[in-house]
């Protein structure tokens, strides 16, 4: 991480990697396959601000799934980026964000033993769909004194994923989900 500044403008910039062994599947008569990838994901990030605005951008990239875990072998690596920016004047912040991320969906590969109790792969096209997660928000500040501010943000988020129902409760394949939230409310920092 660096953090510094250039005629002005105050600049921070970030880069990183989290990695982590998988486990193998251990089969019913004690054999070892590796049936996961490892955990690898990259990132890097830079944010200015200057006169009131920040700007700031943060790319990631990987072997993950959607919750951080180790994906399966075959599965399409993750993608991840996000902007933002905020402009501020005097008690009062205002600012948006922008959030896209694409990973394996369902996978793509189906594990199971067969009669010799040999782990084998067979290919899953119903799970061959590439799932999109898009986010975003606006909100804005109000301080009203140090450490009490009143707040309002609305935030909008899709999971999209051809062919892959994700809500069953409801008739038909609904393959793309997306809820709203609106918050209001004050905030109290010690």
């Known amino acids: 991480r660096w953090r510094g500044s250039l005629a002005g403008v105050g600049l921070a910039v970030t880069g990183g990697y989290v990695g982590a062994g998988a486990a193998k599947e251990l089969s019913i008569v004690g054999v070892q396959q590796r049936v996961f990838n490892a955990l690898n994901v990259f990132q890097v990030g830079a944010q200015a601000s200057a006169y009131g605005f920040t700007v700031g951008a943060q790319y990631e990239h990987g072997d993950a799934n959607f919750f951080w875990g180790n994906s399966m072998r075959g599965d399409r690596p993750m993608d991840q980026i996000f902007v933002g920016a905020s402009y501020t004047a005097g008690p009062f912040t205002v ?29 899953n096209a119903a799970g061959a769909a590439l799932q999109h997660r898009v986010a975003w928000g606006v909100g804005g ?24 129902d994700l809500d069953p409760q409801n008739a038909g394949v609904q393959d793309k989900s997306t809820t709203k939230v609106l918050i209001v409310g004050t905030r109290l920092a010690f």
């Open 141 to 164: 500040n109000y301080r009203l004194a140090p450490g009490l501010d009143l707040v309002a943000e609305f935030s909008s988020f899709t999971v999209a994923e051809r062919g892959r």
């Open 95 to 123: 600012g948006g964000n922008y959030v896209i991320m694409t990973n394996e969906g369902a996978s793509r590969t189906t594990y199971g033993y067969n009669a010799a109790n040999v782990l084998t792969r067979t290919p």
